[in-house]
Nanobody, 122 residues
Framework: QVQLVESGGGLVQAGGSLRLSCAASGRTGSRYVMAWFRQALGKDREFVATISRSGESTSYSDSAKGRFTISRDNAKNTVSLQMNSLKPEDTAVYYC???????????????WGQGTQVTVSS
């Protein structure tokens, strides 16, 4: 079992930046594909970004592409999401997830963090 803990959420003005981090329990290294999802009020949980085990491949949602960057540090068992040019519509609870498949679907991920709130004001 892998435990994931997100951090770095908060309140930021539109156009600003925020960096989210996710720490995994144990020495997971490159064992799992990692991803970020988010869920806004009144909306379903949606894919944001994913990164391969080695960190060599990444994939982003259309809304995230060009603004967000996912990265990982396998030596530290962490994954990050750098968010730039934030918009009010980015407001959501952001979740870190780990799984065995490089996929955009929530069902591909077995391990989930508790979420961290990101609020972007206009």
């Amino acid at each position: 079992q892998v435990q994931l803990v997100e951090s770095g959420g908060g309140l930021v003005q539109a156009g600003g930046s925020l960096r989210l981090s996710c720490a995994a329990s144990g020495r997971t290294g490159s064992r799992y594909v990692m991803a970020w999802f988010r869920q806004a009020l009144g909306k379903d949980r949606e894919f944001v970004a994913t990164i391969s085990r080695s960190g060599e491949s990444t994939s982003y949602s259309d809304s995230a592409k060009g603004r967000f960057t996912i990265s990982r540090d396998n030596a530290k068992n962490t994954v990050s999401l750098q968010m730039n040019s934030l918009k009010p519509e980015d407001t959501a609870v952001y979740y870190c997830a780990g799984g065995l498949s490089y996929d955009r679907a929530p069902r591909a991920y077995q391990f989930w963090g508790q979420g961290t709130q990101v609020t972007v004001s206009s």
